[in-house]
């Protein structure tokens, strides 16, 4: 009697469950499918089930997955000969990969593959239906794939509309509400040092400076915070690997620059292709998503403007120092519009410093266009205490007189600009409805209506947050918040000055301009604001 001895399969189960999977999570769970898959194996003889192999919160959409990549790896070793899914989209949801893992990889490596709910053994003699069933299931995936991308983008996109923050983890400075995790509330410890990062700036560090400050004084990263705190659970990342993390330039810039500080919702910066490319691609400023006043600010909007100014001057420091010098940026050439290159010069054994219009060489570009740092400094000094005095004039002045029609003419202009926005949206309307009316006459071809079209949506677009900012500032000239009290509490703050430094003149000055050494401009912060003020003292004075 001839004897039979049944071939035995080394298997692997495989289990794979993925964010993306919603409601059927429960079912579709690691263990559900792991006793599935064993119950199977009882019922079968020829299997025997040698490892377990599962990857929970893993996607479906490709095929880089840990344990997915050591099930490989085993069976390129030949310790698996059978593979064992639940149904084929626990194998996964991408229909060209899956099915040449299926139709090609798995039979030229010799190995079974068993799908149990879908009724599928590689094993079994393929039937014509088998031929277009199993293509069409795996289509099937992709296509369910492709739906729940599409579902949970479209869903992001209305949060960050509405100013709900959808990131993982909040930015540093900030934590998630425990009401509310897609509302942003001020974490203290950390706010203080973005706060902190401000200041240094505006008093003349660089932004490598900066960053050796927060070094040398152990400031843990925003990755070592997160780790340290309660946003660090579950928290893993490819960015920062080494043991020891450092404040680097790149990390100073981009809290430096960021607008989440000022209270604003910023997001959608880049975007994933689509569900199957895990590379985001970066988007251009005007297409990210901005909802303003969604949350605290940490930085007021004055030394955030000042410091993205600085951030855009010449801020080359002194060799072996991290700290500008104190006019670096802030000198102009009236004639080219560059700015002043420092420069020393020995006469007789003494030393002068000079600014001048000078080339990178340090050779004359702008002849005539030269002032000691000592008389730059000492005419600016004095510049800086007359015009607090004319300033501070002005406030006691303004303390006895009826402050009504200055106010209005503040409310007069705001409404003038916002009527000006308004007129500019009803004209893009206008367009469109011209050129809806173009296409349907085919003076235009499709292709030319859609490019237009999205011109003029995007440009309306932009004009709505402009009349909102504006509308704002209404309200707080009404509520006696204008530019012209920020201008007059400002300078009161130096009244007492009796020497310059780099933080005054960044707070005080937005330009200077050297004509020679006796002529000298210089433009103050808040000079519009300065220069209302003055007109409506004249005017007063006229009528007085």
């Not at 031929?131 to 739906?147: H, S």
């Not at 006895?400 to 409310?411: A, F, G, N, R, S």
């Not at 003076?443 to 859609?450: P, V």
């Amino acid at each position: 009697m001839e004897s039979f001895m049944q071939e035995c399969y080394l298997t692997a189960s495989y289990a794979r469950l993925s964010k993306d999977d919603g409601d059927k999570a429960e079912s579709d769970s690691i263990n559900n499918q792991k006793e599935l898959i064993r119950n199977f194996a009882k019922s079968h003889p020829d299997i025997q089930i040698v490892e377990e192999y599962s990857d929970d919160g893993f996607s479906g959409v490709n095929f880089d997955r840990p344990d997915f990549k050591r099930m490989i790896e085993d069976i390129k070793a030949k310790k698996i000969k059978c593979v064992i899914v639940k149904d084929l989209s626990r194998f996964g949801r991408n229909y060209i990969e899956t099915g040449k893992y299926i139709e090609e990889i798995f039979p030229f490596m010799g190995v079974r593959f068993i799908a149990i709910n879908d009724d599928y053994d590689s094993t079994r003699k393929k039937t014509q239906s088998d031929n277009l069933v199993l293509p069409f299931k795996n289509l099937i995936n992709d296509i369910y794939c492709k739906d729940i991308s599409t579902k949970v983008r479209s869903n992001l996109n209305a949060k960050r509309k509405k100013g709900d923050y959808v990131g993982s983890f909040a930015p540093y400075g900030y934590k998630k509400s425990e009401e509310n995790k897609n509302q942003l509330i001020v974490d203290e410890p950390a706010a203080r040092i973005v706060k902190k990062m401000f200041d240094l700036k505006l008093v003349g560090k660089s932004n490598q400076g900066i960053a050796d400050v927060l070094n040398n004084e152990k400031v843990p990263t925003p990755y070592e915070y997160r780790i340290q705190t309660e946003q660090g659970k579950n928290f893993n990342t490819s960015f920062e690997i080494h043991s020891n993390p450092q404040w680097s330039v790149n990390a100073v810039l981009r809290i430096l620059t960021n607008e989440v500080y000022l209270g604003h919702m910023v997001q959608g910066k880049s975007v994933r292709p689509n569900y199957k490319v895990k590379q985001p691609v970066k988007l251009d400023s005007n297409e990210w998503i901005c909802v303003k006043n969604t949350h605290d600010a940490i930085v007021s909007q004055n030394n955030f403007d000042l410091v993205q100014k600085l951030l855009l001057m010449d801020t080359r420091t002194p060799p072996g120092q991290d700290t500008l010098y104190m006019f670096s940026g802030l000198v102009h050439c009236p004639n080219c519009g560059e700015h002043l290159i420092r420069k020393s010069i020995s006469l007789k054994k003494a030393k002068y410093v000079y600014y001048g219009c000078y080339t990178k060489d340090r050779r004359i570009k702008c002849k005539g266009i030269s002032i000691r740092e000592d008389t730059l400094e000492q005419v600016v000094l004095e510049a800086i205490q007359r015009h607090i005095e004319l300033i501070v004039e002005m406030d006691e002045l303004f303390s006895y007189v009826d402050k009504i029609p200055l106010q209005q003419q503040e409310i007069r202009d705001l409404d003038g600009r916002i009527n000006e926005l308004k007129k500019e949206i009803t004209k893009y309307q206008k367009l469109k409805k011209s050129l809806h009316e173009d296409y349907q006459a085919g003076i235009i071809n499709q292709e030319e209506y859609i490019d237009l079209k999205n011109i003029y949506n995007l440009e309306g677009k932009d004009l709505e947050p402009l009349i909102q900012d504006l509308k704002k500032k209404r309200e707080e000239v009404l509520a006696g918040k204008s530019d012209n009290q920020e201008c007059i509490d400002l300078f009161k703050e130096f009244r007492n000055i009796t020497e310059l430094n780099r933080y005054t003149l960044v707070m005080l000055i937005s330009r200077i301009e050297v004509f020679s050494k006796e002529k000298i401009h210089i433009c103050f912060a808040y000079q519009d604001e300065f220069d209302k003020m003055n007109r409506h003292i004249q005017q007063l004075k006229v009528r007085g």
